[in-house]
């Protein structure tokens, strides 16, 4: 069985879809990896215009990818489930049914500083410098939660 990933920010405009596209461009194909929002708001929309450019910049097309928001069925879904903040964390938690759904959800940056309840910060108000610094913290957590993948199956 392939293992399905989910990443989650707050629109899925910003965050969220970067992340999808770097860890999708470190894995094969037979894994499966998408993002939603918390909210709403942006269900239909490609990703924020900085985020595209940020990606394209570094070589990930992301201009595919199409908000939506989370689901509860996201959790039978999905086997993991990454989020990119301490809100987005509490957010998901609440939906979540069980402790099996409540297991698979996880600060994305705890995989770069465990323990230490890092946020990756919002950058939708900044400019573009921002979303490059994002890009950076989500290459680095992505690289280790690709080998962890691979080092599963």
């Not at 990933?5 to 770097?22: D, F, K, W, Y």
Request: charged share 30%; glycine share 8%.
């Amino acid at each position: 069985m392939p293992k399905k990933i989910l990443m989650v920010c707050l629109g899925n405009i910003c965050r969220s879809p970067l992340a999808e596209g770097i860890l999708r461009s470190k894995l094969s194909k037979e894994y499966i990896v998408d993002s939603a929002g918390t909210g709403g708001w942006h269900s239909g929309e490609q990703p924020d215009k900085r985020s595209i450019l940020t990606a394209k910049n570094r070589g990930i097309d992301i201009t595919h990818q199409k908000a939506r928001k989370f689901q509860k069925s996201d959790f039978d879904n999905f086997d993991y489930i990454y989020v990119m903040d301490n809100q987005n964390f509490k957010d998901v938690v609440s939906l979540a049914e069980n402790e099996n759904h409540k297991n698979k959800i996880q600060l994305i940056l705890e995989e770069i500083f465990p323990g230490e309840r890092v946020d990756v910060p919002d950058p939708y108000y900044g400019g573009q410098d921002g979303f490059e610094k994002v890009y950076d913290m989500l290459d680095e957590a992505c690289e280790i939660i690709a080998v962890k993948l691979k080092n599963i199956n």
